[in-house]
């Protein structure tokens, strides 16, 4: 398979890069027989429809104030369609890409980011540095056609402490995007990401986030994820070190036609390791909600405590949400837990609010938006609140909320 014309884009001598083309010689799409890809549409996407983009635009000068207005910090990335057109601040935006790299999942589409990325972008953290301001990366996709790859790489040292948001938006535009983010947090360093992805109804985004947490050290991520036809993230947090945690959450409004596909492996490798992850979403119109998560310890891993939630609102009476968490234990001492529901929203609370007043199309607005302030309240990077809380609303009122299923 060589759907993107890899003579133009160099391998060089980059071990990962060779390998990543002989795995794709030849290879094809995955089928939704396989279990990792159950439930997903992914024998509909058309890899020939895309193509990586050369060149991009620069940004005006109103567009780059309205972005630091936005996001008012001195580290600031932009990048068009995968290529950096503006950089500020801490980030290297020219990293050697033979620097050293976490393991890889080894998928396909982690093999086209491998490939066709342009370098990537590096963060490096020294042991014991405390980087207040945040950390703010912005990819911006607006050209028709276009297969963007980006790739994010951070490396924070022993007793360090860094956050980080990366935003994926884009126009209404047919585009293809595959990030992969990984994170490396050091012993006793404290690692925040947030990642926000307001893509267009018609992009498909498939990515990869990857971490691995030394000795004591606390990694958090945060994902919101409202945009995209088919919008899936792998998130793996490999819990090396004794006494590491780890969290992982997410919220996510599914409507119209979206597919929203989420795979969380939570991989406890050191004893005393600690993770919760909670994911909370709804699904409207027509939409679907795929979660599927594993926690895993190892037989090294004894003292472990980890815990598993996966909540869904299903609103529209052709919505529909898939959610199937694992547990692959092989030691005795720990304590694990998984848990999901999927339903309509409650009956009490909205007959608790309309006792109160409320008409009954508002009180199902704001359960829903109270349903994700369990995960918005806890964001490691504070800004995000007054966004992803316009998103929510603007998503309820686009939607067919209204019409919900009755319980």
């Not at 630091?68 to 932009?78: A, C, E, F």
């Not at 006494?243 to 119209?256: E, P, R, V």
């Not at 926690?295 to 609103?315: C, H, Y």
Request: proline share 4%; net charge negative.
């Amino acid at each position: 398979m060589d759907p993107f014309n890899s003579a133009t884009h160099s391998v060089g001598g980059h071990d990962r890069r060779a390998q990543a083309s002989q795995h794709l010689d030849g290879a094809s799409l995955p089928s939704w027989e396989l279990e990792e890809w159950r439930y997903s549409p992914i024998e509909d996407l058309e890899l020939e429809r895309y193509a990586v983009v050369d060149n991009a635009t620069p940004l005006a000068a109103d567009e780059l104030a309205a972005l630091q207005v936005r996001y008012s910090t001195p580290n600031l990335v932009v990048t068009r369609n995968g290529l950096v057109i503006h950089a500020q601040g801490v980030v290297e935006t020219d990293a050697s890409d033979d620097a050293a790299r976490l393991d890889a999942n080894g998928d396909l589409f982690g093999d086209m980011n491998e490939l066709f990325a342009p370098a990537p972008l590096r963060l490096t953290v020294k042991a014991g540095a405390m980087i207040e301001d945040d950390i703010v990366i912005v990819h911006l996709i607006d050209q028709d056609g276009a297969a963007v790859f980006t790739r994010l790489v951070v490396d924070a040292g022993d007793s360090s402490a860094v956050k980080i948001l990366e935003v994926f938006e884009s126009t209404d535009i047919d585009a293809l995007v595959v990030p992969q983010i990984e994170i490396s947090c050091g012993g006793s360093a404290n690692v925040g990401y947030v990642a926000q992805q307001q893509l267009g109804p018609r992009v498909w985004q498939v990515g990869s986030q990857i971490s691995e947490v030394g000795q004591q050290g606390t990694f958090r991520s945060s994902i919101a994820a409202f945009g995209g036809h088919y919008a899936r993230m792998r998130s793996d947090c490999r819990l090396q070190g004794r006494g590491a945690h780890g969290d992982l959450d997410a919220i996510y409004f599914g409507d119209s036609d979206q597919v929203l596909d989420f795979r969380t492996f939570q991989d406890h490798n050191a004893p005393n390791t600690t993770s919760n992850l909670l994911f909370k979403g709804v699904v409207d119109d027509a939409s679907r909600a795929i979660y599927t998560g594993l926690i895993r310890v190892s037989e090294d891993a004894p003292g472990t405590v980890a815990f598993q939630t996966n909540s869904n609102i299903k609103l529209g009476a052709e919505s529909w949400a898939e959610s199937v968490p694992n547990l692959e234990i092989e030691t005795n001492d720990v304590k694990c837990s998984h848990a999901s529901t999927v339903g309509p929203i409650d009956e009490e609370q909205r007959f608790y609010l309309e006792t109160r007043g409320v008409p009954p199309h508002v009180a199902d607005q704001l359960i829903v938006a109270g349903f994700f302030d369990e995960v918005i309240a806890d964001l490691p990077i504070k800004t995000t609140e007054t966004s992803l809380r316009a998103a929510i609303a603007q998503k309820l009122g686009s939607g067919t909320l209204g019409d919900v299923v009755p319980a």
